[in-house]
């Protein structure tokens, strides 16, 4: 499986961005999609993830009610539409894939996926 994000940039407080995740490979063992974002010295944490086939969603607190996580499997794209984004919420943001077999019955951490995009930059001003 391999991934590529992209969308990320600079916007003021307030803005809103559309990150996308291209999704290629064996796409059939894919059980969840997650987007990450990691600030500079702080854990990769989770910002929302969805089920691959059902499109189940999760989102996280760090960005609940500002976020939506969305998946056209037709395109092989998972998105990440980010409203009302504040300075806080600047960090690199990756995509990940958790797929069969290494899929342990949870997708919260990093260490659960397997499969890693390259990060995109998202810089949120005062």
């Known amino acids: 499986v391999q991934l590529q994000a992209y969308g990320g940039g600079s916007v003021q407080a307030g803005g809103c961005l559309r990150l996308?995740?291209?999704?290629?490979?064996?796409?059939?063992?894919?059980?969840?999609m997650g987007w990450f974002r990691q600030a500079p010295g702080k854990e990769r944490d989770l910002v929302a993830a969805?089920?691959?086939?059902?499109?189940?969603?999760y989102y996280a607190d760090s960005m609940k009610g500002r976020n939506t996580i969305s998946r056209d499997n037709a395109k092989n794209t998972v998105y990440l539409q980010m409203n009302s984004l504040k300075p806080e919420d600047t960090a690199v943001y990756y995509c990940?894939?958790?797929?069969?077999?290494?899929?342990?019955?949870?997708?919260?951490?990093?260490?659960?996926?397997?499969?890693w995009g390259q990060g995109t930059q998202v810089t949120v001003s005062s």
């Open positions: 990940a894939a958790v797929s069969e077999p290494y899929y342990s019955g949870s997708y919260y951490y990093s260490y659960e996926y397997d499969y």
């Open positions: 996308s995740c291209a999704v290629s490979g064996r796409t059939f063992s894919i059980v969840y």
């Open positions: 969805i089920h691959w086939n059902d499109g189940i969603t």
